[in-house]
């Protein structure tokens, strides 16, 4: 969801006003500048989202000698785009790009892709009707290093936002791709008081996959290994090797490993030697709940912006904004239980009614009268991937950090849920991570 549209509303925002400006040098534009390196080494990569990409396109940039390692048929990750649905690109992952201060955002522009401020209303459901004033401004009370460790639901109700209010709750947890119950308002402000890339949403007329596709994944194509997924790391010896589900080696010298937090919670992947029991906690501490994306075309533009507080799915948002095209296309953004409930329902055909019989409440009957078609995209249940993307969750404290913490020298971790820049759960984020990891690697760090 177009999260940075919550945040805008609060008065607590500061994201955006202290930016270090070593970091910007560092993270604002791609292709910086590498350190100097005697490293001779191979780097293996495994996963081939945004940040195993930008791992491998820098690596390829300074001339090194890398290989990626993608469990799926396709590379892209939590990022896609299908064409066909509608006479607008869909995009199937991340959609708007947070701010324009980033690495995305430069790459985007120096690839000449042009993006668009997302302009769209938000409309409350709000005791059975439509409005476009917030309820007394629920959404943006959430911006508060100093409270205690309790959930966003928790924290509205002690401020006096009772039961009437917790699907509005909902969307704004959702936004962050968490629950109301378990993401925590201390540790989400404390990250997000990190966030430096502004504190506007685009989107792009094209797909923001285009501008990764283009840009950086194109030109390391050769490097990457589809249906190769790594189930074993041994880092005993001088040299890693990497195993794969069908019993392949690869060797290496240093591997960035940049699979989901869902993966590494999972232990889908075994460490010889095991890796740390407070690392192996970390992962754990880190949240990333239930994801799904259903897109419903009409036939009539008959929904307001973007619908905030549906029982359902807690938050629809107007597709065609920010594109081109005349389709009028509806995306049920649905995170956490609502997701979950969503996957239960067994097939596209339920999932849709349930969303339609919603609308239809909402909309009197509109929806269901001017159905066309529909479009899942349930992130939960792809195998690689399972579930939507990292969120602070009550407890995490400094999770990210540990989790993140290179060991040995020989295994970096990369990958959204490992930035600690506050850039979690987005595509710049992912990017960073994977630059910083391959700096590391070159400093000899
Ligand atoms: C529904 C949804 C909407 C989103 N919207 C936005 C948005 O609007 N804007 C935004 O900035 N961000 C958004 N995001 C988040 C963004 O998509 C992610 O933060 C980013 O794409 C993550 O990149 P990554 O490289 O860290 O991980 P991934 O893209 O998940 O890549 C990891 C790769 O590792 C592979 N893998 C897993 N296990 C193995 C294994 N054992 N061996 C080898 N490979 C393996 C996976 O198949 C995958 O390709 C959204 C995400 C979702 C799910």
Redo the contacts with the bound molecule.
């Keep these: 969801m177009n999260r940075r549209k919550f945040l805008k509303q609060s008065s607590l925002v500061t994201t955006g006003l202290a930016v270090s400006p070593t970091l910007f040098a560092q993270f604002n534009g791609y292709d910086p500048d590498l350190p100097k390196s005697d490293f001779s080494g191979k780097v293996l990569i495994?996963?081939?989202?945004?940040?195993?990409l930008y791992a491998g396109y820098t690596l390829q940039r300074g001339g090194y000698d890398f290989e990626i390692?993608?469990?799926?048929d396709r590379?892209?990750?939590?990022?896609g785009k299908h064409e066909g649905f509608a006479d607008h690109t869909i995009d199937l992952?991340?959609?708007?790009?947070?701010g324009k201060r980033s690495i995305a955002a430069d790459l985007a522009r120096k690839n000449g892709f042009k993006f668009k401020k997302d302009k769209s209303d938000m409309y409350f459901l709000f005791h059975g009707n439509l409005t476009d004033q917030t309820p007394s401004d629920v959404t943006s009370i959430f911006r508060d290093s100093f409270a205690k460790d309790i959930s966003f639901a928790d924290y509205a109700k002690k401020q006096g936002y009772g039961d009437d209010y917790q699907y509005i709750v909902q969307a704004t947890a959702g936004s962050y791709g968490a629950d109301a119950d378990k993401i925590s308002v201390k540790w989400t402000s404390i990250e997000e008081d990190e966030w430096s890339s502004g504190n506007t949403d685009y989107k792009f007329r094209e797909s923001?996959w285009d501008v990764i596709n283009k840009g950086i994944a194109q030109p390391i194509g050769d490097k990457i290994r589809l249906n190769?997924?790594?189930?074993s790391i041994d880092y005993s010896g001088e040299k890693i090797q990497v195993e794969d589900t069908s019993g392949k080696t690869y060797t290496a010298d240093k591997v960035i490993i940049?699979?989901?937090i869902t993966?590494l919670q999972s232990a889908?992947?075994a460490f010889n030697p095991v890796l740390p029991e407070q690392k192996v906690a970390a992962f754990k501490k880190i949240g990333m709940g239930p994801?799904m994306?259903v897109f419903l075309k009409f036939s009539e533009h008959f929904y307001r912006g973007n619908t905030i507080g549906g029982k359902v799915c807690a938050a629809y948002a107007d597709d065609k904004e920010g594109k081109d095209g005349t389709d009028n296309v509806l995306l049920a953004f649905a995170m956490g239980d609502q997701a979950k409930s969503l996957s239960k329902l067994g097939s596209d055909e339920a999932i849709a009614k349930a969303l339609l019989a919603e609308l239809d409440e909402i909309y009197d009957g509109r929806a269901s009268a001017s159905f066309l078609d529909k479009l899942v995209i349930d992130?939960t249940n792809m195998p690689?991937?399972k579930g939507?993307?990292s969120y602070s969750a009550i407890g995490i404290g400094n999770a990210r950090s540990v989790a993140a913490k290179d060991i040995d020298q020989k295994l970096y971790f990369a990958?959204?849920a490992m930035n600690v820049r506050g850039h979690h759960?987005?595509?710049?984020?992912?990017l960073e991570t994977g630059f910083d990891k391959v700096v590391k690697i070159l400093e000899g760090n």
């Design positions: 495994i996963g081939a989202g945004a940040a195993g390692l993608e469990a799926s590379i892209g990750g939590r990022m992952g991340a959609q708007w790009l947070h923001y190769t997924a790594v189930d940049t699979v989901p993966i889908e992947i994801g994306k992130y690689f991937i939507a993307y990958g959204e759960q987005t595509v710049h984020g992912a």
